[in-house]
């Protein structure tokens, strides 16, 4: 039992060292890369369409009264 906890923490001490020099080896090479920045082209001279206004009252549904029977 004492030998597969010992193996067991090896082992987890060993990934989370290489999850740590990956996480440092990512940051030193974003450093020397050029930041890239993307705007967004505003242009008001393009026309927008008319917003559309939906009546809710058309949206309700009603279902024929039955008596006996269930909705599914």
Known sequence: MR???VVL???AVTFLLRVLVALIREA????TRD???YL???RPSIRRRKLTLMNPEAQERTSPPRTGERVA
């Open 3 to 5: 030998m597969a906890l």
């Open 9 to 11: 923490c090896i082992g």
């Open 28 to 31: 030193i090479s974003k450093q």
């Open 35 to 37: 930041m890239q920045v």
């Open 40 to 42: 967004a082209k505003f």
